[in-house]
């Protein structure tokens, strides 16, 4: 029988190492399961982890789909440090975007450049107001926050369906529920010719600094995290719960609202009922296998949007289906708990009677 | 000659860091009531764990009744007739006491019958405990009271006690000796792990001491001195603290008839707390955890403030409504009950558990300096003597007694004018013990005012210059420690201290009219 025994001292190495391993194994995994399809694994292979390198306009679009994951997961990390399980990213993203829409949609061909900063705030404020709502249930009534939050998505997918296939709904548009195409000033800027990168990157990047700078070199962050790993030592020390239950959902509805905003206003252009993409869940796992550590999550987003580009070219080239995409999110995060436990405990081999 | 109950010989356990124990041999006979005497980290729990099953030596054998044995886990070793009472409680929070032992025996039973059970077991050894509340709502003596009737219940023919006397009152001790007496005149043997030497002397008839993993002497307590005990601990004599009369100043802290009903509902209403530290002086409060202790403390730190207006001054302000950050500019510090949690944060390092209660590494705008931090950190390290890795070292991996030594440090390194020191050394290694009530006593000769609250009576009686007694939220007068007895303050611990409050009350309203005349 096995039997699972605590490690006196986890080596921190290893707690580092995980994400690694637990890659390692997806991909043994990955090259089993492309064998029982029939096809060829190391062609499956090249489509999730060559394919999306091979160029730079290729690492473009990689990166296009990194920056929301990796906006979302940052402002996640903070909530789940300070033990506030925000699982709604996928709803304040979509009222971001549904704000962020608004203003756009009340461009005209004369507004200038500048209405990208009200869309990008606009954004912001939509996902603050949505994650408000839950900070506003549990403050009042110690309403439980993942029931809330995840419940608030499906809310929000309803506000867009109503929007786009009713007041919103482009008179042009042969009946099809969207608004129109945004017009081009509200376009937010790109860096590069050629490319769809677009300043969004930059901003995911400053978000990486100012988080880490958030985290580990200010009180307030601090305060936070000591809030969500002893709760009482919080108290002790005179930390307010309430406002850390505050800034963890504003700073995470924020960010969440502005890669919405990004999102509409970039790559999509118009709102439409496929506005939501699941970024806000993939988000969350963006965030555990980056360790909830600004850095870390730079990475494990570049990864996780690999298996988003991966998935839609193992379907147009290999004729495989799109699903593939979410067993290598899942493969990776189930691997990631399983090695986790083993660098927390080991297993031991103990002969029956 | 009867066959020894355990015979324990040549076990070695040894951990990736450090040996626990080494070639430990170890003979208990039936009816005994064995100590097993030692520092904190000499390595008494591991071998505890190792005869419960719940840690495997690494080699060496365990003879139980005469047979070899090889206990795989505490299931085992309960059905053998092991039973243990952890020093850290193994009991979940968030269900009831009768629900906590069920879980614990056998599947056959019902809630009820274990309920049942739980009453005539504790009527017979007189463990007064209701099987109906929350453990979560219970005092660390309560949640003592729960393991042990655990324990018993299982009828067992060895019984493991570890540091079990670290939170009773003498009465309460006493009554636990009684009962492990009774134990033992039935048969049942009884190991008994502890630092406390005048209660082994008492208890116990046979004693084997352990230093640093190793057995380093077996002998008969009784026949044994202190001071020839101590020696086998920890290689030397404890250090003896010296009290020196001092004049108390004005008054630091000033708690006036503070009424405050229970947060939770099994939680204890505080009922006209009045009490008055001074500059200068310690003043003790003893009593029976879950008393009143842990609500005080929540009302005096901050923690909770709900106190009315005008009832908890610091000097001539007000701070009844102040949060902690704000009497911790006031000059109040506060150490609590509970090292890890609330003191401290287990998985961080100890720089970084000094900004729980220390803003001096912070700039104005809330920046944190690491370097300042580290170096603070170390500061505090070498100035009290703290064994630990260095300012990094996360809280969890340091020993009690350390911890604590940097959490009093922490505290005392702020210069306070008021110290608030809960438990100051439960379960903390006799050389802690010492070293920290000697820093509480110096900071008192500089002029700090120190509130202590205990349960051990014999650290009150030698920290004390003024003794309160708590029972059932309410305050007992103080008396100087000079005119305090065991028994007194024992008598008082149950709340008999009426007709002495009425005259004091008396005194007071005299004193009053006085003072307004």
């Known amino acids: 029988m096995l039997k699972l025994e605590a490690r006196p001292q986890p080596s921190s190495a290893w707690s580092y190492g995980s994400p690694l391993l637990a890659l390692g194994i997806t991909v043994i995994i990955g090259i089993i399961m492309f064998l029982a399809l029939g096809k060829d694994p190391l062609r499956g292979l090249e489509m999730f982890f060559w394919q999306p390198i091979r160029n730079g306009y290729a690492v473009g679009e990689l990166l296009v789909k990194a920056t929301p994951l990796l906006i979302i997961a940052l402002g996640l990390a903070v909530c789940f440090r300070s033990n506030v399980w925000n699982i709604g990213a996928e709803g304040q993203y979509i009222i971001g975007a549904i704000f962020a829409g608004g203003v756009a949609l009340l461009a005209d061909k004369t507004t200038g450049g500048w209405i990208v900063v009200p869309v990008m705030l606009a954004g912001v404020l939509g996902g603050m107001v949505w994650a408000g709502i839950t900070a506003l249930l549990k403050d009042r009534f110690n309403a439980n926050e993942i029931l809330v939050s995840l419940m608030l998505v499906y809310v929000a997918v309803q506000v867009l369906s109503y929007l786009v296939g009713g007041p919103w709904k482009d008179p042009q548009g042969f009946n099809f529920p969207q608004t129109k195409t945004f017009e081009a000033a509200t376009r937010i800027p790109r860096l590069f010719d050629g490319s769809r990168v677009s300043i969004g990157v930059v901003l995911a990047m400053l978000g990486v600094a100012g988080m880490w700078i958030f985290l580990f070199r200010t009180r307030a962050g601090f305060a936070l995290q000591v809030g969500g790993l002893a709760p009482a030592a919080s108290r002790y020390a005179g930390f307010s719960s309430r406002k850390a239950l505050w800034t963890a959902l504003m700073i995470s509805g924020g960010a969440a609202g502005l890669a919405g905003a990004l999102e509409v206003a970039g790559p999509i252009g118009q709102l439409t009922p496929y506005v939501p993409a699941g970024y806000g869940f993939a988000a969350i796992i963006v965030a555990y296998v980056g360790r909830l550590h600004p850095i870390g999550m730079v990475f494990s987003a570049i990864l996780m949007s690999m298996f988003y580009i991966g998935g839609e070219m193992a379907q147009s080239r290999m004729g495989l289906t799109k699903s593939l995409t979410g067993v290598f999110q899942g493969l990776l995060l189930f691997s990631l708990l399983a090695c986790d436990t083993l660098v927390n405990y080991r297993l031991k081999l103990k002969g029956s009677k | ?517």
């Not at chain 2, 005149?185 to 009884?190: A, H, L």
């Open chain 2, 1 to 517: 000659m009867t066959t020894p109950r355990l015979q324990l010989s040549g076990i070695t356990k040894r951990y990736p860091s450090v040996v626990a124990n080494s070639e430990v041999s170890l003979t208990v006979m039936p009816g005994e009531t064995h100590a097993v005497l030692g520092e904190n980290g000499a390595g008494k729990s591991t071998l505890m764990k190792i005869i419960y099953g719940s840690v495997k030596p690494d080699e060496g054998s365990v003879m139980f009744n005469g047979q070899p044995v090889h206990i795989r886990n505490p299931q085992e070793a309960r059905a053998m007739g092991i039973s243990m009472v952890f020093q850290h409680f193994s009991l979940f929070d968030t269900i009831t006491v009768a629900e906590n032992v069920w879980l614990g025996l056998s599947k056959t039973l019902t809630l009820d019958e274990v309920t049942h059970s739980i009453t005539a077991k504790a009527q017979e050894y007189g463990l007064d405990i209701d099987p109906a509340r929350p453990v979560h709502t219970l005092s660390v003596g309560e949640m003592q009271r729960v393991e042990i009737i655990r324990a018993l219940l299982t009828n067992p023919k060895l019984l493991i006690l570890d540091e079990p006397t670290s939170v009773l009152t003498p009465q309460a001790v006493e009554k636990l000796f009684v009962v492990l007496k009774k134990l033992a005149s039935e048969g049942c043997s009884i190991l008994y792990i502890s630092h406390k030497l005048h209660e082994i002397r008492e208890l116990c008839t046979a004693c084997t001491v352990l230093r640093g993993g190793k057995v380093t002497g077996v002998c008969n307590p009784g026949e044994e001195s202190n001071a020839s005990l101590s020696k086998l601990m920890i290689g030397a004599e404890p250090p003896q603290l010296t009290h020196r009369e001092q004049k108390p100043g004005l008054p630091v802290l000033t708690v006036n008839r503070l009424a405050l009903p229970r947060e939770d509902q099994f939680g204890v209403d505080l009922d006209g707390i009045s009490l008055q530290v001074r500059a200068g002086e310690v003043v003790g409060i003893a009593g029976v955890s879950g008393n009143g202790q842990k609500e005080l403390l929540y009302a005096l730190s901050g923690e909770d403030v709900r106190s009315p207006a005008g009832s908890v001054r610091m000097g001539e302000v007000d701070m009844s409504r102040l949060h902690p950050g704000g009497r911790r500019k006031l000059g109040l510090h506060f150490v609590p009950e509970e090292r890890l949690g609330r003191g401290a944060v287990p998985t961080l390092g100890l720089a970084h558990n000094l900004l729980l209660t220390r803003n001096n590494a912070l700039s104005k705008s809330g920046w944190i300096r690491v370097k300042a931090l580290e170096a603070q950190a170390a500061d505090i390290i070498r100035r009290f003597n703290v064994k630990a890795g260095g300012p990094n070292s996360v809280a969890r991996s340091l020993s009690g007694g350390n911890l604590q030594k940097f959490i009093v440090g922490r505290e005392i390194d702020a210069n306070p004018k008021l110290l608030i020191v809960s438990q100051p050394t439960w379960g903390v290694d006799v050389g802690a013990a010492a070293q920290i009530r000697g820093e509480i006593l110096e900071l008192r000769d500089k002029g700090c005012a120190v509130l202590v609250v205990s349960e051990e009576l014999d650290e009150l009686f030698e920290l004390s210059d003024r003794l309160h007694v708590i029972a059932k939220g309410r305050l007992s007068p103080s008396v100087p420690i000079g005119e305090a007895t065991i028994e007194r303050i024992g008598e008082w611990m149950s709340g008999l201290w009426h007709e002495e409050v009425q005259a004091h009350l008396a005194n007071m309203a005299v004193e009053a009219t006085h003072a307004e005349a």
